[in-house]
Each structure stands twice: as structure tokens, then as C-alpha cells.
């Protein structure tokens, strides 16, 4: 699956720990975007009707919608694992 759809919702104050880029750590074109994020949260305000995306600065993750995952669970489709952000 190829998400374009990029969303910034992340709400820096609800996740266990993020870090971002400094000006010490030598990347400059990476300076104040996520580093690493861990228990990820998201601000459901910020994502509005949208339901599959992945969120701004933290690509790695794809976030879908309840109603896609139950979409996707009903005809059994394996490979995926779903954690509430």
C-alpha cells in the first residue's frame, strides 16, 4: 500500500517521549523534525474526515481509520497489526 497522504496530528505532549533533530547532532536539513517518537499519540482534531495517512515528521507510521481496520479485518487480511494512537 502506497500512502501519500501526510498528516501533521502528532501531539508531542501526549506520547511516552519524542525527540527531535538539534543543530549538535550535524544534520542541519533534519534540524526540529522527529528523531524518534515512542508511544505514539495523535491530536484527532488535527486529522479531521481523513481516514488512512501517515503522520507528519514520523512517516514510518500509517494510520488508518476504525472503520478501515475493521474493513480490513472482516474479509481476514493478515499482515497487519493495529495499536490505538
Known amino acids: 500500500m502506497n500512502v501519500l497522504r501526510v498528516v501533521k496530528?502528532?501531539?508531542d505532549a501526549a506520547c511516552e517521549e519524542v525527540n527531535h533533530w538539534t543543530p549538535e547532532d550535524g544534520v542541519p536539513e533534519k534540524t526540529g523534525q522527529?528523531?524518534?517518537?515512542?508511544?505514539l499519540r495523535i491530536d484527532?482534531?488535527?486529522?479531521?474526515?481523513v481516514h488512512?495517512?501517515?503522520p507528519w515528521g514520523w512517516e514510518i507510521a500509517?494510520?488508518?481509520s476504525e472503520s478501515i481496520k475493521e474493513a480490513m479485518q472482516?474479509?481476514?487480511?493478515?499482515?497487519?497489526r493495529f495499536e490505538e494512537v
Open 34 to 39: 522527529y528523531f524518534s517518537v515512542y508511544g
Open 74 to 80: 472482516r474479509p481476514g487480511v493478515t499482515g497487519a
Open 62 to 64: 500509517l494510520i488508518v
Open 44 to 49: 484527532p482534531t488535527q486529522v479531521g474526515g
Open 52 to 54: 488512512l495517512f501517515r
Open 9 to 11: 496530528c502528532i501531539d
